[in-house]
């Protein structure tokens, strides 16, 4: 037999190391449960790997249903980062059912190395070419319309209704805070209200931003079981309006909650997301550990959601010429400006606060920069990619002088497309914080800008 199970092509680096893609080596379609004893090594060292056909995670043992096309390859996957000097080689028995040796069923070891050659770089998900596009859904976060829903004019449904009837997005995010007047448990008609009108209108709710009150009313910190029964209600909800999924800050649930929730996720179908934004980088020493439990627990279930704030490239000019207004020192407003990248920038920050050089009036504004904004390039999110469940396409304001507001959106895409993403990329407004503008043309504009920045 001549015929190779690794094609020139079979090697590709992703986000998360590398996969390797097996053509069937045989002359005619085969069982599923043909192949067995599938072990991978780089540089003779084995690998821990996982193995899909298509959309379908194989476990590659006796018992395997379905089949084996001639015509589609077996991915296994690995997470060792690879460039092109390593020695990769892959190993496996095939049983060929009906051909029989010695009264048995032919079984055939195989062994071979990867082509040795410059490996093309794809990112994770079916092994689609970098070029070709993803699948996310665009969304438009009720969020955006806060101050109108504070100003109560009209309620918090008719709001979230008119994103839809107004053409702007079919897929709304709300707040559970915002949405219902119940907060945080709210009726079953008040959720079922908000659900119809947006059926109506032809749209539906994404997700939902739940929160966790750490302190009771009387003052008192609650514990584990206070703080699940604070939050049941709104994952309920969330479940009731048709969500795909609720909405809680990176952490905050923490290791002992997860592992309650995880089963009320599951008979829910809820995904709940873990929000990371600004400055909460994996890489940065506050968080890590919150990564690296949704990483161990490894439930669809439980995803990250990214919010672009982390990969500002500079910061928005509207909010620059607040701190301005606002009496912030000249000096210190020009090097906000011009140096939002520079390493000592977050240094100088949190002098300015302490000292008293940022005037009381100024002060909220400038903790945004140590909460909401960040400084990160979107290369740092390659290694948690396959975690990532949504994005928030966090915007301040539409002057995109220098790519400061697309540049963020397009590496976003670059790093999804090719990819098996299938969540949202959801507008979300922060600018009205100190600006006065209309949302429903902020956010139009924005998702017109969003979808040019993503090629969509």
């Known amino acids: 037999m001549t015929l190779t199970a690794l094609r020139e092509d079979a090697l590709t680096t992703t986000p998360a190391g590398f996969e390797l893609r097996l053509s069937l080596p045989w002359i005619r379609s085969l069982p599923l449960s043909s192949l067995s004893g599938l072990e991978l090594s780089v540089d003779g060292s084995a690998q821990r790997v996982r193995i899909r056909l298509g959309d379908r995670t194989i476990a590659a043992t006796d018992g395997e249903t379905g089949w084996w096309h001639l015509q589609d390859r077996v991915v296994v996957a690995g997470d060792a980062p690879l460039d092109d000097g390593h020695d990769v080689a892959v190993s496996f028995r095939l049983a060929i059912p009906y051909l029989p040796m010695g009264g048995e069923m032919l079984v055939i070891p195989i062994r071979e190395r990867a082509p040795r050659h410059p490996m093309r770089t794809r990112l994770r998900g079916g092994g689609r070419p970098m070029s070709a596009p993803f699948s996310g859904r665009l969304a438009a976060s009720a969020f955006n319309w806060t101050p109108q829903i504070v100003r109560a004019e009209r309620g918090a449904t008719d709001i979230a209704a008119t994103i839809a009837t107004d053409g702007i997005a079919d897929l709304i995010e709300v707040e559970a805070g915002q949405a219902w007047r119940g907060f945080p448990a709210p009726a079953d008609d008040e959720v079922d209200a908000l659900r119809e009108r947006l059926a109506d209108a032809g749209a539906r709710v994404s997700i939902v931003g739940a929160s966790i009150d750490e302190w009771a009313e009387d003052g008192?910190?609650?514990?584990?079981?206070?703080?699940?029964?604070?939050?049941?209600?709104?994952?309920?909800?969330?479940?009731?309006?048709?969500?795909?999924?609720?909405?809680?800050?990176?952490?905050?649930?923490?290791?002992?909650?997860?592992?309650?929730?995880?089963?009320?996720?599951?008979?829910?179908?809820?995904?709940?997301?873990?929000?990371?934004?600004?400055?909460?980088?994996?890489?940065?020493?506050?968080?890590?550990?919150?990564?690296?439990?949704?990483?161990?627990?490894?439930?669809?279930?439980?995803?990250?959601?990214?919010?672009?704030?982390?990969?500002?490239?500079?910061?928005?000019?509207?909010?620059?010429?607040?701190?301005?207004?606002?009496?912030?020192?000249?000096?210190?407003?020009?090097?906000?400006?011009?140096?939002?990248?520079?390493?000592?920038?977050?240094?100088?920050?949190?002098?300015?606060?302490?000292?008293?050089?940022?005037?009381?009036?100024?002060?909220?504004?400038?903790?945004?920069?140590?909460?909401?904004?960040?400084?990160?390039?979107?290369?740092?999110?390659?290694?948690?990619?396959?975690?990532?469940?949504?994005?928030?396409?966090?915007?301040?304001?539409?002057?995109?002088?220098?790519?400061?507001?697309?540049?963020?959106?397009?590496?976003?895409?670059?790093?999804?497309?090719?990819?098996?993403?299938?969540?949202?990329?959801?507008?979300?407004?922060?600018?009205?914080?100190?600006?006065?503008?209309?949302?429903?043309?902020?956010?139009?504009?924005h998702l017109a800008l969003a979808r040019r920045a993503l090629g969509a």
Request: hydrophobic share 45%.
């Open 220 to 445: 008192h910190r609650r514990d584990d079981d206070e703080r699940l029964a604070f939050l049941l209600p709104q994952l309920r909800a969330a479940s009731r309006v048709g969500a795909e999924g609720a909405r809680l800050p990176i952490g905050q649930a923490g290791p002992a909650l997860l592992a309650r929730l995880q089963p009320v996720l599951h008979e829910l179908d809820l995904v709940l997301f873990e929000e990371a934004q600004g400055s909460q980088t994996p890489g940065s020493d506050a968080h890590a550990a919150d990564y690296d439990e949704i990483a161990r627990l490894d439930d669809p279930h439980l995803r990250l959601l990214i919010d672009i704030s982390m990969l500002m490239p500079a910061l928005p000019t509207s909010y620059v010429r607040a701190l301005a207004s606002a009496g912030v020192d000249d000096a210190l407003v020009r090097r906000l400006a011009d140096g939002w990248r520079d390493p000592a920038t977050p240094r100088v920050v949190m002098e300015a606060l302490r000292g008293g050089a940022i005037p009381g009036s100024a002060q909220a504004l400038a903790m945004d920069m140590i909460v909401r904004f960040g400084r990160s390039s979107a290369d740092e999110l390659r290694e948690v990619l396959p975690l990532v469940g949504a994005f928030h396409l966090k915007f301040w304001d539409l002057d995109d002088a220098d790519g400061r507001v697309s540049a963020p959106i397009r590496d976003v895409g670059s790093l999804l497309r090719g990819t098996a993403f299938r969540g949202t990329l959801c507008s979300e407004w922060g600018g009205h914080a100190w600006l006065d503008d209309d949302p429903a043309e902020m956010t139009s504009a």
